[in-house]
């Protein structure tokens, strides 16, 4: 398959690639766009057919359903049997952006879509071009994350191109994802509503709206393989540079400490290790590839370069990684999620 790269500037936007992107979606093709969250590949989530080539593309396992996006509220009445008080309540105050809601589906949403679920995953996103794309397009566009599927999220075109060139039909280059981590994804089905997928939409903001929202106990380990997932990334080892990864916890202190003891430990054995640290320890590392996330009282920073750094020690063949912890609170939370599943729950105590 030939692919199309288009830059696009979100801020003048190009509407004949807009309106050329959107054609290819009505008719079943496959469009690599950003949104402030990742890059998403989308089709025409009402197109069983064009739905279909999205799992083929990314390799992506068929009982993990996909979000649908839609550009207005409006959009959403169609999809579903009806918009709870408490969905639409989350849509007002977190809409456009980075917030999925679960709801029960309507008979429009094919089932390849929800992997037979009879709930389907809903979103608006606030990015720019992803809104004049979804609009042009005049369809609700299902779309996953643009990479291999078990890949790191890209968070830039070249990531897309790295994964997808060839097996799209246009990637369109819309510069780095803003806050670098999937949605938050919500369970408004349920009582009291359940976050499925912790994200750039923190428990303590759905609270300030809902009052009472708890967490899937399924959250805090890997699913078992016969058990079927309620929402995207909550089943399979995601996010996954090349390299065997290990997360260690403890006393800040003592993560350094302990990377460094590791890291002298497997370049004695002729490997190449990197090393994800953060502003306020990466000069404490004596050797190895050291990687700086961010801030850690910024946590948003961390939560923006995670993939992307991920995706760079695979550039630079780091045969091995050991990241740092981060405060599992906020965004921080979100953070936590991906690098666990990053590492296959792989976690040293320092």
Same mark, same amino acid.
């Given at each position: 398959?030939? +692919?199309?790269?288009?830059? #696009?500037?979100?801020?003048?936007?190009?509407?004949? /690639?807009?309106?050329?992107?959107?054609?290819?979606?009505?008719?079943?093709?496959? /469009?690599?766009?950003?949104?402030?969250?990742?890059?998403?590949?989308?089709?025409?989530?009402?197109?069983? @057919?064009?739905?279909?080539?999205?799992?083929?593309?990314?390799?992506?396992?068929?009982?993990?359903?996909?979000? /649908?996006? *839609?550009?207005? #509220?409006?959009?959403?009445?169609?999809?579903?049997?009806?918009?709870? +008080? =408490?969905?639409?309540?989350?849509?007002?105050?977190?809409?456009?952006?980075?917030?999925?809601?679960?709801?029960?589906?309507?008979?429009?949403?094919?089932?390849?879509?929800?992997?037979?679920? $009879?709930?389907?995953?809903?979103?608006?996103?606030?990015?720019?071009?992803?809104?004049?794309?979804?609009?042009?397009?005049?369809?609700?566009?299902?779309?996953?994350?643009?990479? #291999?599927?078990?890949?790191?999220?890209?968070?830039?075109? =070249?990531?897309?191109?790295? $994964?997808?060139?060839?097996?799209?039909?246009? #990637?369109?280059?819309?510069?780095?994802?803003?806050?670098?981590?999937?949605? +938050?994804?919500?369970?408004?089905?349920? $009582?009291?509503?359940?976050?499925?997928?912790?994200?750039?939409? +923190?428990?303590?903001?759905?609270?300030?709206?809902?009052?009472?929202?708890?967490?899937?106990?399924?959250?805090?380990?890997?699913?078992?393989?016969?058990?079927?997932?309620?929402?995207?990334?909550?089943?399979?080892?995601?996010?996954?540079? =090349?390299? $065997?990864?290990?997360? *260690?916890?403890?006393?800040?202190?003592?993560? *350094?400490?302990?990377? @460094?003891?590791?890291?002298?430990?497997?370049?004695?054995?002729?490997?190449?290790?990197? /090393?994800?640290?953060?502003?306020?320890?990466?000069?404490?590392?004596?050797?190895?590839?050291?990687?700086?996330?961010?801030?850690?009282?910024?946590?948003?920073?961390?939560?923006?370069?995670?993939?992307?750094?991920?995706?760079?020690?695979?550039?630079?063949?780091?045969?091995?990684?050991?990241?740092?912890?981060?405060?599992?609170?906020?965004?921080?939370?979100?953070?936590?999620?991906?690098?666990?599943?990053?590492?296959?729950?792989?976690?040293?105590?320092?």
């Amino acid at each position: 398959m030939k +692919t199309e790269i288009n830059k #696009i500037d979100k801020q003048n936007i190009d509407i004949k /690639v807009i309106e050329k992107a959107a054609d290819i979606i009505v008719v079943g093709g496959l /469009v690599a766009f950003p949104t402030e969250t990742v890059y998403g590949l989308g089709a025409n989530a009402l197109d069983e @057919n064009a739905v279909k080539s999205i799992f083929e593309a990314k390799g992506r396992p068929s009982d993990n359903p996909l979000i /649908v996006h *839609v550009a207005d #509220i409006e959009d959403v009445e169609c999809l579903v049997r009806e918009i709870p +008080t =408490k969905a639409l309540l989350l849509m007002k105050k977190f809409w456009p952006g980075p917030l999925t809601i679960i709801m029960q589906k309507s008979k429009l949403i094919p089932d390849i879509i929800t992997a037979g679920l $009879d709930t389907v995953a809903v979103r608006m996103p606030s990015h720019p071009i992803a809104i004049e794309l979804i609009r042009a397009a005049k369809k609700p566009v299902a779309a996953p994350s643009a990479n #291999i599927s078990g890949r790191p999220s890209p968070t830039q075109a =070249k990531h897309v191109i790295e $994964d997808l060139f060839g097996k799209v039909d246009m #990637i369109i280059d819309g510069g780095d994802s803003k806050i670098g981590l999937e949605s +938050t994804v919500i369970d408004v089905t349920c $009582d009291p509503p359940l976050i499925l997928r912790p994200g750039g939409i +923190t428990h303590d903001q759905l609270i300030e709206v809902l009052e009472d929202v708890k967490f899937d106990p399924g959250l805090s380990k890997s699913m078992d393989s016969k058990t079927k997932p309620r929402a995207p990334g909550m089943k399979y080892t995601h996010y996954s540079p =090349k390299a $065997d990864m290990s997360i *260690v916890d403890g006393q800040l202190e003592d993560i *350094v400490k302990k990377i @460094n003891q590791l890291v002298e430990t497997y370049m004695e054995k002729g490997l190449k290790v990197g /090393v994800l640290a953060t502003e306020q320890t990466k000069f404490g590392y004596k050797d190895g590839i050291v990687l700086s996330l961010g801030d850690r009282s910024k946590p948003e920073t961390i939560a923006s370069n995670l993939f992307k750094s991920l995706r760079e020690l695979d550039e630079k063949n780091a045969d091995i990684i050991f990241a740092e912890s981060i405060e599992a609170v906020g965004v921080g939370l979100a953070i936590m999620n991906r690098m666990k599943k990053a590492a296959g729950y792989n976690i040293i105590s320092a």
